[in-house]
């Protein structure tokens, strides 16, 4: 491990310098370690790709003596340790008005379906939370739908559309510009302040994508203005 401070009040541990699952399942466990200590002061813990920070209230607290506590966990343990995770279904309507770039991927020889196919009912991995609040970097894309982001991005991106970029797919909570091609839609809220858990998922957690049609959709969509609907998930692994 590497420990770096660049601000007040945050201190950040590298683990690798790669996107790379196994980094990844350490940083959680760190995330649980670093949880079960308790200690007085820290404010959130934050994944990336490759590093954790802490955030800390600098005066119950100090550098000195988180460093102090995070050089007793062994490093090699993170790696062994088995940490829980939830495995969130997530309904997409794909294409149509939805998914308005799904026939696009013509040119990397796919129909419509078969980019369904290939993107719907298997699990993602939640690699971190980013640009903006529960816009999550998903791992585990076939290599088939790999697309560089597009070279006029959308001004308006409608919240809940999901998206490749690169070698990534991931979700838009809230209507922002982007450059993703988008592939569909989920009615399902992914932040909302008022709900319990305000954001769905976390680093290490798994998406999967559950194809719906339009009908569907505006069902979905009508049962949650009713407070009628609850997200499907499951929880996996152990601590």
Not at 85 to 107: K, L, N
Not at 140 to 163: N, Q, Y
Not at 164 to 192: A, C, N
Not at 193 to 213: M, S
């Amino acid at each position: 491990m590497e420990i770096r401070q660049f601000a007040e009040n945050a201190l950040t541990i590298y683990l690798g310098d790669e996107i790379d699952e196994r980094i990844n399942r350490q940083l959680v466990a760190l995330r649980h370690r670093i949880d079960e200590m308790e200690i007085e002061g820290i404010g959130e813990v934050v994944l990336s790709y490759t590093s954790l920070i802490i955030y800390f209230d600098i005066f119950k607290t100090d550098v000195d003596a988180l460093k102090a506590a995070v050089d007793q966990i062994d490093e090699t343990a993170l790696l062994e340790a088995e940490v829980s995770y939830r495995v969130i279904e997530i309904p997409v309507c794909y294409g149509g008005e939805y998914g308005p770039d799904i026939d696009s991927f013509e040119e990397n020889g796919l129909s419509a379906d078969e980019v369904v196919e290939l993107h719907a009912n298997k699990e993602y991995l939640v690699y971190m939370l980013g640009f903006m609040p529960g816009f999550p970097y998903l791992g585990g894309l076939d290599e088939r739908l790999h697309k560089a982001r597009l070279e006029t991005p959308r001004v308006r991106i409608p919240p809940g559309s999901v998206g490749i970029g690169g070698k990534q797919t991931g979700m838009y909570p809230f209507e922002s510009p982007g450059g993703w091609h988008l592939l569909g839609r989920t009615p399902v809220p992914l932040f909302d302040e008022n709900r319990e858990e305000t954001i769905l998922y976390e680093a290490g957690d798994r998406i999967i994508y559950r194809p719906i049609d339009a009908s569907e959709y505006k069902e979905i969509a009508s049962r949650i203005e009713a407070g009628d609907y609850e997200i499907q998930f499951e929880v996996k692994g152990g601590s």
